[in-house]
C-alpha cells in the first residue's frame, strides 16, 4: 500500500508539470518525470527504454535493516503484464549489480504505468510492478526474469 502511495503521489506531482501523450492509446499518458536519485541516476541511466517509454522516479524508500530499496518506475506504453516488465526490470538489475552502489541495495522494485490523460494523475491505467526482496542473492549478470515476484499486473 505504501508502494501504490508512493506511486500516486509521484504520479500527482509530474502530471503537474505536464505529459507526453503514448502512441499506444491517446486516452492514457506518461507523466513528466519526477525525483530521480541522483545516486540512481548514472547506474540506472544506462538502460535503454523503447521509444515512447520514460523514467518517471527513482528513490531510495527509507533504509532497510541491511541496506537500502530502491524503486524505478517508468512509463512504456508497451508494457501491459508482468511478462513484458520482466526483461527491463532485469536489466536495471543487472546495471544495479555491478555498480559501486550494488552492496547497499537490499530490495529492488520496477514498476511501469500510464495515467488516463484529462484526469488529476490518480488514476493508474498498466500498472504492472516487478519487486525482489533479496537482491544480493541473485546472480544477475547471468539474467534473471524469473528472480521477480509480481505486485501488480
Avoid: H
Avoid at 3 to 24: K, M, N, V
Avoid at 32 to 51: C, H, N, R, W
Avoid at 82 to 95: H, V
Avoid at 116 to 141: C, K, R
Amino acid at each position: 500500500m505504501k508502494r501504490t502511495a508512493t506511486a500516486i503521489a509521484l504520479t500527482a506531482a509530474a502530471l503537474a508539470l505536464g505529459g507526453c501523450s503514448s502512441d499506444a492509446d491517446s486516452s492514457y499518458t506518461c507523466p513528466s518525470p519526477g525525483s530521480i536519485d541522483p545516486e540512481l541516476a548514472a547506474t540506472i541511466s544506462s538502460v535503454q527504454l523503447s521509444d515512447g517509454a520514460s523514467l518517471l522516479a527513482s528513490i531510495w524508500i527509507g533504509s532497510e535493516p541491511e541496506g537500502y530499496a530502491a524503486t524505478i518506475d517508468i512509463c512504456d506504453p508497451s508494457v501491459k503484464s508482468a511478462d513484458d516488465l520482466r526483461p527491463i526490470a532485469t536489466e536495471y538489475a543487472q546495471a544495479l549489480n555491478v555498480s559501486p552502489i550494488a552492496e547497499q541495495v537490499r530490495r529492488l522494485t520496477v514498476a511501469s504505468y500510464q495515467i488516463i490523460a484529462g484526469t488529476d494523475g490518480t488514476d493508474l491505467i498498466n500498472l504492472v510492478e516487478l519487486s525482489n526482496s533479496a537482491f544480493q542473492l541473485y546472480p544477475w549478470d547471468d539474467g534473471g526474469d524469473y528472480f521477480w515476484k509480481v505486485v501488480a499486473g
